[in-house]
């Protein structure tokens, strides 16, 4: 049972990225999902959520305009769309699956210590 990111690189900035996070061994049907990431020496911080209906969503500031969160439940399976992709946008990347009936600006910006499972995180790289 967990969850596997993949979809990681490195890329140009301007360049694009889709980040997959699959389920392996349990059903997503039910579970919210949040992107998170971790850049060296800073706080990890939510990225994007997902409700487990795909009927809300919600971004960080610093990602809106740029990054997409959906999901396809018949494959078991969360993306995040990046587009854009800036320096700044370097970190590894994690998913993670909650069972909530939050909506996804609660569920991004409340406590990470409910997430009920973790994925192991891919590495986005945006450089020249």
């Known amino acids: 049972v967990q969850l596997v990111e993949s979809g990681g690189g490195l890329v140009q900035p301007g360049g694009s990225l889709r980040l997959s996070c699959a389920a392996s061994?349990?059903?997503?049907?039910?579970?919210?999902i949040t992107w998170f990431r971790q850049a060296p020496g800073k706080e990890r911080e939510g990225v994007s959520s997902i409700t487990s209906r795909g009927d809300s969503t919600s971004y960080a500031d610093s990602v809106k305009g740029r990054f997409t969160i959906f999901r396809d439940n018949v494959v078991n399976t969360v993306y995040l769309q990046m587009n854009s992709l800036k320096p700044e946008d370097t970190a590894v990347y994690y998913c993670a699956a909650v069972v909530t009936t939050a909506k996804a600006r609660d569920i991004m910006f409340g406590p990470s210590d409910v997430y009920e499972y973790w994925g192991q995180g891919t590495q986005v790289t945006v450089s020249s």
């Open positions: 061994g349990f059903t997503l049907d039910y579970y919210a």
